[in-house]
Structures are given as structure tokens and as C-alpha cells.
């Protein structure tokens, strides 16, 4: 399994940006979907965002659509997500997570490799 550790994480007034990073290491990374997921207080963890290994297919959830951005840098083993016009919604715990196989989707997985999270608080 891939080692996970992200990053970028921040306190930011609302309409402001941060950029996460998600650096991976011990396993192929290129070949294997990525994701982005979200813990906010007394919720289950929902899908934000996620990249297909190959063919640069993305995927984001509605509630960040057009305001965030998955990209990848597979010569980095690195995963990034873009976050634009953040809101006070958006606060949570955010994880990354690559794909268990080839095949795992990268909305729903199935998934073998966490990230130990990281804070995004955004304040109104």
C-alpha cells in the first residue's frame, strides 16, 4: 500500500482559496485513481473530487463543482486539489485516497491507501 500525506491545509476568510497536496510514496503511483474526500463535524465522509490513472478523467462532486480542481503530478507523485470561492460548507477534514487497483473508481473506490487528513476551516 501507498504511504499518503497531505497538505495545505488552512484557516481562509470565505470566497478565499487554498491548494491541498497530496504526496505519495512506496507504491506505483501513476497507475492507480486518486481522490479527494471530506469529513466535516457529525458527518460522513463524502467524495469531492477524483482522477482517473489515465486519460486525465475527472470527477467532482456538485456541492464544488466549477469552484475546485483535481490535477495530478505523476512524475511528483503528487495530487492536488485547487480550491476556489471556498465557503463555510467546505470546512472539514480532507483526505486523499488512491485507488486499491487499476480498476477502482475514483468517486466510489474501492480504495486502498488513506491520507491522515488535513483542516480546512473556512470562516464567513
Known amino acids: 500500500q501507498a504511504r499518503l500525506v497531505e497538505s495545505g491545509g488552512g484557516l481562509v476568510q470565505a470566497g478565499g482559496s487554498l491548494r491541498l497536496s497530496c504526496a505519495a510514496s512506496?507504491?506505483?503511483?501513476?497507475?492507480?485513481?486518486m481522490a479527494w474526500f471530506r469529513q466535516a463535524p457529525g458527518k460522513e465522509r463524502e467524495f469531492v473530487a477524483g482522477?482517473?490513472?489515465?486519460?486525465?478523467?475527472?470527477y467532482y462532486a456538485d456541492s464544488v463543482k466549477g469552484r475546485f480542481t483535481i490535477s495530478r503530478d505523476n512524475a511528483e507523485r503528487t495530487v492536488y486539489l485547487q480550491m476556489n470561492s471556498l465557503k463555510p460548507e467546505d470546512t472539514a477534514v480532507y483526505y486523499c485516497a488512491q485507488g486499491s487497483s487499476s480498476s477502482s473508481d475514483p468517486r466510489n473506490g474501492p480504495f486502498g491507501s488513506w491520507g491522515q487528513g488535513t483542516q480546512v476551516s473556512v470562516s464567513s
Open positions: 482522477m482517473r490513472w489515465s486519460g486525465g478523467i475527472t
Open positions: 512506496g507504491r506505483t503511483f501513476s497507475a492507480y485513481a
